[in-house]
Each structure stands twice: as structure tokens, then as C-alpha cells.
């Protein structure tokens, strides 16, 4: 059987891809020693510039052309549509965590973008080498390296309490955040679908099965 893999880009390349990927775990590790406002501003000002740069391609063509030169080989095909004009995936990931930041107590924040960078790039990586299985849109190897990648974020980041609700409740949206990776398309990039549905659904759960532990995560 043939691997699942719907990819532009080579194998090399996509390893280059997720490599620039993992560093982005930057992200979460230094927010967790400063303030909101102090990542927000970072953040802002990082994602504008990246918008900037990433829409500029389309409308210069000029730069177009030294931005390919440099960067071309790490897009994937429908990064460089002139016609519905995609941001690509650097982008999106900044734009994620200035949203991330904006929207989520900080831990819940740390776990799902620590979760988006980490367990992503296992997924593409496994998925692309070892995927012949197939499972919903993509290959079970890949989303069962997604979701046992992410079940070890989830012991290692941090917690409120260290009891094991939350570890149990960190372990859900694990594997619900393995099927949005799955099943995402290009319609909506899962740089923005998985760290944004495993942090509602880490917080909502919080608050039904933890709401004593609930009202501390606007202060973490």
C-alpha cells in the first residue's frame, strides 16, 4: 500500500518545515515568565509584520520573487495560490498564539500551542514516512503520533493542581485535537483549529469538572 501523502513539498523539506515549526515552542516557554500584556505586545507586533511580509508577496511582485527565492521550497502548494492569496503557515502560527494569548488563561494557553507545535510536527513527520493506514482524511500512524506526542506535553507542561483530573482532562482534548488535525483542510489552517479547540475545550472542561480549580486560571 502506498503512503497517504498529499504533499507539495519533499520529505527533506517538510523536515526542514517542522523544524522551523518546533522553535516556535519558544512561544509558550517564554510567556510563561512574563505578562499577558508584555506577550500581546510581542506577539502584535510580530504577527503584523509577518502579515505584512506575507500579503507583500502577492502584491509586489518583486518581492515575490525574493521571497520564493529564499523561502519557496518550505510552501506547500496552496501557500502560493495568486488567486485566493493564502498566508502560510509562519504566519498563521503568529497570528494563533497573539489570538491564543488574547483569549485563553495562560495555562490553558501553554498546553494547547505547546501541543499545536509539538504533536503537529510528529503527525506530519510520522504521517508523511510511516502513513499507509488509512484513517478519516490522513493515515492512522500520523494521528496516533499526534495524539501520544501530545499525551506527553500534557505531563510535562504545566498544571494548576497536579491532580489526575487535569491530567485526564488534558488527555481529552488530546485526542480531540489528534481528529482536528486529521480532518483539517485548507479551508481552515490548523495552526488556528487545533490550539483554538483544545483550549475551549481544556477551559470548558475546567469549568464543569474543576470549577475550584477553574477560578484560578485567570491568575496562571
Known amino acids: 500500500m502506498t503512503r497517504i501523502d498529499d504533499s507539495t513539498i519533499s520529505y527533506r523539506d517538510e523536515l526542514v518545515r517542522k523544524l522551523i515549526h518546533l522553535s516556535s515552542l519558544?512561544?509558550?516557554?517564554?510567556?510563561?515568565?512574563?505578562?499577558?500584556?508584555?506577550?500581546?505586545?510581542?506577539?502584535?507586533?510580530?504577527?503584523?509584520?509577518?502579515l505584512i511580509i506575507d500579503l507583500g508577496r502577492y502584491r509586489y511582485p518583486k518581492f515575490g520573487e525574493f521571497f520564493y527565492m529564499i523561502f519557496g521550497f518550505?510552501?506547500?502548494?496552496?501557500?502560493?495560490?495568486?488567486?485566493?492569496?493564502?498566508?502560510?503557515?509562519?504566519?498563521?502560527?503568529?497570528?494563533?498564539?497573539?489570538?491564543?494569548?488574547?483569549?485563553?488563561?495562560?495555562?490553558?494557553?501553554?498546553?494547547?500551542?505547546?501541543?499545536?507545535?509539538?504533536?503537529?510536527?510528529?503527525?506530519?513527520?510520522?504521517?508523511?514516512?510511516?502513513?499507509?493506514?488509512?484513517?478519516?482524511?490522513?493515515?492512522?500512524?500520523?494521528?496516533?503520533?499526534?495524539?501520544?506526542?501530545?499525551?506527553?506535553?500534557?505531563?510535562?507542561?504545566?498544571?494548576?493542581?497536579?491532580?489526575?483530573?487535569?491530567?485526564?482532562?488534558?488527555?481529552v482534548a488530546a485526542l480531540v485535537g489528534a481528529i482536528v488535525e486529521n480532518i483539517s483542510n485548507n479551508l481552515v489552517d490548523d495552526n488556528l483549529s487545533i490550539p483554538l479547540t483544545i483550549g475551549f475545550l481544556m477551559w470548558g472542561m475546567y469549568l464543569i469538572f474543576l470549577p475550584e480549580l477553574s477560578m484560578n486560571l485567570a491568575f496562571n
Open 26 to 50: 519558544s512561544i509558550p516557554t517564554i510567556y510563561y515568565f512574563i505578562s499577558r500584556d508584555d506577550a500581546l505586545l510581542i506577539l502584535g507586533i510580530l504577527s503584523f509584520l509577518a
Open 74 to 171: 518550505l510552501l506547500r502548494r496552496h501557500e502560493k495560490d495568486e488567486l485566493k492569496k493564502n498566508l502560510n503557515g509562519a504566519t498563521y502560527v503568529l497570528l494563533s498564539a497573539f489570538l491564543g494569548v488574547l483569549i485563553f488563561p495562560k495555562l490553558i494557553f501553554i498546553n494547547a500551542f505547546a501541543i499545536l507545535i509539538i504533536s503537529d510536527s510528529f503527525a506530519a513527520l510520522i504521517g508523511r514516512r510511516y502513513g499507509t493506514i488509512p484513517f478519516l482524511r490522513k493515515s492512522l500512524q500520523g494521528t496516533l503520533a499526534f495524539f501520544i506526542s501530545a499525551i506527553i506535553v500534557i505531563i510535562i507542561a504545566p498544571k494548576l493542581d497536579n491532580n489526575i483530573y487535569e491530567y485526564l482532562i488534558g488527555i
